[in-house]
């Protein structure tokens, strides 16, 4: 789960300078998740218990259905809080310099949201990108470095502060050839690190740069099934207040290759509406499932907002 914080290399002979981000924010998220579920067992809990005491089953019955009812309210109040949208571009996905997390996969996962990265990234002081890769993806991990270092080079190059990075990991929900038996286990604990990514603070953003940076501006991903996981986190942790709305917006980009129908990842994500945005780089998918349409967004950007070194 650690992590360490880069500053975007330049064109030094690749030498990275780097140290090591502080856990002080995992130290609130066992705080909050602990004084949550005393507080809602607690109350309701009691509630229950004497409804039984003296024979009547409404209390108990305001537990059983209260709490799902709250989540369910919850969850179509935050759903109808998004704004529609029906089109967007590559210019105009992240306005200005922010705190962005990008939820990595492997293979052509990798591979699109790294071109969506170096395309749509804002050559803007300050801004901090916080990757987070599945624990034995060391390939992935190294394709981040080699994007960052191009970051790094060209803006440089171009006399603007390429900003600061950071890895962090989560483990696997399901390794490949795992038993089904042992899924469920893993998938918690998959949970788990996921939360506590979230949660994560980094110190050097906190003192040096913008104090509101507590939580990311935006999260992206594109199509693995930890993006869901991390989507669905954080839908619920809006949903109990843990996440201010205005923090962490999501956008889940479905892939290029996806033309008439969604990947397994989408339709969880579409049917869920775990979300605030859904992006489909094709017309046909716009229009079937009422998706927002991203055309020209990832494989093959019609502007390239990161300067392009010259041929």
């Known amino acids: 789960m650690d992590g360490n ?4 290399p330049g064109g030094d002979g ?20 602990t004084t949550f579920f005393v507080l ?34 919850r969850h179509y109040t935050l759903v109808s809080q998004r704004r529609s949208i029906h089109e967007v571009s590559s210019t105009n996905l992240v306005p200005g310099p922010s705190f962005l997390m990008f939820i990595m996969g492997s293979g052509g996962h990798t591979t699109e949201i790294i071109s969506m990265i170096e395309h749509s990234i804002r050559p803007s002081p300050g801004t901090f990108r916080r990757y ?67 949660f994560q603070e980094c110190p050097a953003l906190m003192e040096k740069r913008r104090p509101d940076w507590r939580f990311p501006k935006v999260v992206v991903t594109n199509g693995p099934g930890t993006g869901f996981l991390v989507l669905a986190v954080i ?36 049917h869920s509406d775990v979300a605030d945005l859904f992006l489909v780089q094709h017309a046909s998918l716009a229009q079937r499932y009422g998706r927002v ?15 392009q070194d010259e041929e």
Not at 14 to 33: K, Q, T, Y
Not at 300 to 305: F, H, I, K, L, T
């Open 5 to 8: 914080l880069f500053g975007a």
């Open 14 to 33: 690749g030498r990275d300078s780097f140290s090591i981000a502080f856990n002080d924010g995992m130290r609130l998220l066992p705080g909050l998740l």
């Open 40 to 73: 809602m067992t607690s109350v309701l809990g009691a509630w229950a218990i004497i409804g039984l005491l003296i024979g009547s089953v409404i209390p108990f019955l305001g537990f059983v259905f209260g709490v799902p009812g709250y989540l369910v309210k």
């Open 132 to 198: 987070i890769v599945n624990e034995d993806d060391g390939m992935t991990k190294r394709r981040i470095l080699d994007l960052e270092k191009r970051i790094g080079d060209r803006l440089l190059h171009l006399g603007e502060e390429p900003g600061l990075f950071d890895v962090l990991e989560v483990k696997r929900a399901r390794k490949v050839h795992q038993s089904w038996m042992s899924t469920p286990y893993t998938a918690i604990m998959s949970l788990v690190s996921i939360a506590k990514i979230l």
């Open 235 to 270: 839908h619920f942790c809006k949903m109990v207040e843990l996440i201010p709305t205005q923090y962490m917006h999501t956008v889940y980009v479905e892939s290029f290759a996806k033309v008439q129908s969604l990947s397994l990842t989408g339709r969880l994500v579409h």
């Open 293 to 307: 349409l991203a055309s020209n967004f990832v494989v093959r950007p019609s502007e390239a907002v990161v300067p």
